[in-house]
């Protein structure tokens, strides 16, 4: 969770990526003399990214973002730059991740039955039991947001299921991705689509049918917004010790719902990003113009801490208009607006199409 004291700023740059179904996405085109492959249909491909069940594997991801957001310490990989992360898998469920920052990391380890998630710089461990109620076709809800910022497989699936019934779907050639073949599907935003989206390239592997690289570029920019994919990765059994986690003895060991309510004790505003998470989002449109509200009470909009106001001005800018007065966040595949009355819209859509919105937001 991210911590209470993030700026709004950082915020709702987590969130508007989030909630457009976009998690932080692209890579350019892979290196290297591009593959011969069987021709295949892109109907196939998006099935095969839909219905992807990775074996085990381990690899390293690199994420090279130009987003145009501000760093968030606890996911260093979101901000603007490169980074790289570690991703490990048995193919069953069990997972390890490791996220370097600095001269610290953070480690979050799914054994199964509960994710652990451990920062090295406070030695502060998080410990979350899974819901024994969860449906198996829910149990990707599990997935942590550093999950998705920045597992390949993770992202597509995402973008696929929200975008692909608003968008022209095609194969354009092929890639090398970690040293291995893959088809390059690519989805293109419907013309009556309003997005800063141009389009969205998902590389696929060729014999492990998981994707292995996203892709997302916008309009006007001949590069890439940022990019996530394979560096490399080694198929097949890993170490079972890696997907066990011991808290170390001298460690703070917590709960999500404890992290939570310390957090109502020691600031009780709410944050953007939990606002536009809440368990009841107000959602506008569909597809690739799909804008999500919130409304932020009035108590937390008056408790923000000054260091946190001073983040929000830096990289905001005023604007007006017949919904009110507020501030308006950009990057360069979403946007927020943030009313001075405590409503908030984002997406990943043009500034217009939240003024359009935000009167809507209750």
């Not at 092929?174 to 088809?183: D, M």
Request: hydrophobic share 40%; charged share 25%.
């Amino acid at each position: 969770m991210i911590n209470r004291k993030v700026t709004l700023a950082a915020s709702a740059a987590v969130v508007v990526t989030g909630a457009a179904g976009l998690s932080l996405l692209a890579m350019p085109a892979g290196a290297g003399q591009p593959p011969s492959l069987p021709t295949v249909s892109a109907e196939s491909l998006v099935e095969q990214v839909l219905t992807a069940k990775p074996g085990a594997f381990g690899g390293t991801v690199e994420v090279d973002n130009k987003l145009g957001l501000p760093a968030i310490s606890e996911i260093p990989q979101l901000a603007d730059g490169k980074h790289s992360a570690r991703i490990w898998t048995d193919g069953n469920g069990k997972l390890r991740l490791a996220l370097p920052n600095g001269q610290s990391e953070q480690t979050i380890v799914d054994d199964g039955t509960t994710t652990w998630s451990w920062n090295s710089q406070d030695n502060e461990v998080t410990k979350s039991e899974h819901k024994a109620d969860l449906a198996p076709d829910k149990q990707d809800k599990q997935d942590t947001k550093e999950q998705k910022a920045i597992d390949p497989a993770t992202a597509a699936k995402e973008i696929v299921t929200l975008t692909k019934e608003f968008s022209d779907i095609s194969v354009d050639g092929t890639a090398r991705v970690a040293n291995r073949a893959a088809y390059e599907l690519v989805l293109t935003p419907k013309p009556s689509e309003k997005t800063l989206i141009r389009e969205v390239r998902i590389a696929v592997d060729s014999e492990l049918k998981m994707p292995l690289r996203v892709a997302v570029l916008t309009n006007g920019a001949s590069e890439p917004a940022g990019t996530v994919g394979f560096k490399d990765i080694n198929v097949g059994p890993q170490d079972p010790k890696l997907f066990e986690f011991t808290p170390p003895s001298n460690a703070k060991v917590t709960t999500p719902e404890a992290k939570e309510a310390e957090g109502r004790d020691k600031m009780p505003e709410m944050g953007i990003e939990q606002a536009l998470q809440g368990k009841d989002p107000q959602i506008f449109g569909t597809g690739w113009d799909t804008v999500v509200g919130a409304r932020i009470p009035a108590e937390a909009m008056g408790q923000v801490p000054a260091e946190a106001q001073g983040l929000v001005d830096r990289f905001t800018k005023k604007v007006s208009g017949s919904w009110g007065s507020g501030k308006l966040f950009n990057t360069k595949v979403a946007t927020v607006l943030i009313a001075d009355d405590g409503r908030v819209v984002a997406g990943a859509v043009p500034e217009q199409v939240l003024f359009d919105t935000i009167g809507q937001v209750k």
